[in-house]
């Protein structure tokens, strides 16, 4: 079965500082992976997947399939990225697509 | 804009009554989900269907019903709630690509 790990229940940083939320998964065939971010007050929503390679509000995501590992990077922390953040893995196998979440990290950028 | 709407967004009710949520979309999604997200739990899927004929268990689906009444409702159901089962309740649809995932704003449930 899969599963998602991230180690950090909160991470705390500095305006300013860079930001890596971990994100470590375990899955037998071929992963996708996602960030989602829910903000105080507001809908849980997607932030960015890994098959996009895109950065969004300035934060990227590289799988890296050797380490297992889809951690969320962004160079300068802003403090309206303070949120919940929750790395996702779908399972696409037998086509059942389902979402498998982590526990959550909450980043809080202190100003 | 089309949308997903959970009602009641709140409610607060005693251990053995029986409670619906329900989960309305506007958005033409075939896809539907019922999560319950707790403190340092995350996200668990409880049910989800792919149309209104296909509904399936999530990992947690024990102590929980579902109803697909249409394509764009998705109700819960608690037949006897107990304690444990206080959380933040979360509908969500998607396309049949899967992704991206469309959450309502939440049901806050508490049960004394």
């Known amino acids: 079965a899969q599963r998602v790990t991230q180690p950090e229940k909160l991470l705390s940083v500095f305006k300013g500082a860079p930001v890596e939320l971990k994100c470590n998964y375990s899955?037998?065939?071929?992963?996708?992976l996602f960030w989602y971010v829910q903000y105080s007050r507001q809908r849980l929503q997607l932030l960015l997947r890994?098959?996009s390679r895109e950065s969004i509000k300035g934060f990227t995501a590289d799988l890296n399939k050797g380490e297992t590992s889809f951690h969320l990077k962004k160079p300068f922390a802003q403090e309206e990225d303070s949120a919940m953040y929750y790395c996702?893995?779908?399972?696409?196998?037998?086509?059942?697509?389902?979402?498998?979440f982590g526990k959550g990290t909450k980043l809080s950028v202190i100003p | 804009d089309a949308d997903v709407t959970q009602t009641p967004r709140n409610r607060i009710t005693k251990t053995g009554k029986r409670i619906m949520l329900e989960c309305s979309q506007t958005?033409?999604?075939?896809?539907m989900y019922w999560y319950r997200q707790d403190p340092g739990l995350g996200l668990r899927l409880i049910y989800y269907?792919?149309?209104?004929?296909?509904?399936n268990k999530g990992e947690i689906s024990d102590g929980y019903s579902v109803s697909r009444q249409a394509q764009a409702k998705f109700s819960l159901s608690l037949e006897s709630a107990i304690p444990n089962q206080t959380a933040l309740y979360f509908c969500?649809?998607?396309?049949?690509?899967?992704?991206?995932?469309?959450f309502g704003d939440g049901t806050r449930l508490s049960i004394l």
């Open positions: 958005k033409g999604h075939d896809r």
């Open positions: 890994h098959i």
């Open positions: 996702a893995l779908r399972d696409s196998g037998a086509g059942s697509y389902q979402l498998t």
């Open positions: 899955y037998s065939g071929s992963p996708e």
């Open positions: 269907s792919f149309d209104v004929k296909d509904i």
């Open positions: 969500a649809t998607s396309d049949r690509r899967g992704q991206p995932q469309h």
